[in-house]
């Protein structure tokens, strides 16, 4: 055998257990989350709950929301408007049906505030390196997401 698949399976083996010891715990806590934390209501509340989470995290960019009640999901993204907003750069986030919560707003502002969404590629895309050799599905799964997931329900800021 070759020490090339040795390596190779224990770093098969070494994933898959961060994933098993990060997905229970984290799947529990997303879930406290988004099932107990504060409903928002509409377009004027969740402007509110920007402005106030964004305070805590002391982000300085522009940041907008959207309520979206074709999606079952949140995300947010980058948007450069290089006229408006003094060429300054803005962020996005759609809030849809489900997670609309104020832990799912706290979620995507500390992507926000790590820089995930200013990668060029979509953060689940499998084809973009980042660092140079790691998959950015690899660091949306080991580093973005559960890093989001700990600010969100917990507050630690990792
Ligand atoms: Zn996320």
Same mark, same amino acid.
């Given at each position: 055998?070759?020490?090339?698949?040795?390596?190779? @399976? $224990?770093?098969? &083996?070494?994933?898959?257990?961060? /994933?098993? *010891?990060?997905?229970?715990?984290?799947?529990?806590?997303?879930? $406290?989350?988004?099932?107990?934390?504060?409903?928002?209501?509409?377009?004027?509340? &969740?402007?509110?709950?920007?402005?106030?989470? @964004?305070?805590?995290? @002391?982000?300085?960019?522009?940041?907008?929301?959207?309520?979206?009640?074709? &999606?079952?999901?949140?995300?947010?993204?980058?948007? *450069?408007?290089?006229?408006?907003?003094?060429?300054?750069?803005?962020? $996005?986030?759609?809030?849809?049906?489900?997670?609309?919560?104020?832990?799912? +707003?706290?979620?995507?502002?500390?992507?926000?505030? @790590?820089?995930?969404?200013?990668?060029?590629?979509?953060?689940?895309?499998?084809?973009?390196?980042?660092?140079?050799? +790691?998959?950015?599905?690899?660091? !949306?799964?080991?580093?973005?997401?559960?890093?989001?997931?700990? !600010?969100?329900?917990?507050? /630690?800021?990792?």
């Amino acid at each position: 055998m070759s020490v090339y698949k040795d390596i190779g @399976r $224990k770093l098969i &083996l070494g994933a898959g257990l961060a /994933l098993m *010891s990060y997905s229970g715990p984290l799947t529990a806590l997303n879930m $406290k989350g988004l099932c107990f934390s504060e409903r928002i209501e509409n377009q004027a509340h &969740l402007k509110q709950v920007i402005a106030e989470e @964004r305070g805590k995290l @002391r982000i300085d960019s522009d940041v907008r929301g959207e309520l979206n009640d074709t &999606l079952t999901e949140a995300y947010c993204w980058k948007e *450069s408007m290089s006229d408006g907003n003094g060429g300054k750069s803005i962020y $996005k986030i759609s809030l849809g049906k489900i997670p609309r919560m104020r832990d799912a +707003v706290r979620h995507e502002l500390y992507h926000i505030k @790590r820089g995930d969404c200013d990668r060029e590629a979509p953060i689940t895309g499998f084809n973009a390196p980042i660092l140079g050799f +790691v998959p950015t599905d690899l660091y !949306y799964l080991f580093i973005a997401e559960p890093r989001a997931i700990l !600010y969100q329900s917990l507050g /630690l800021e990792l």
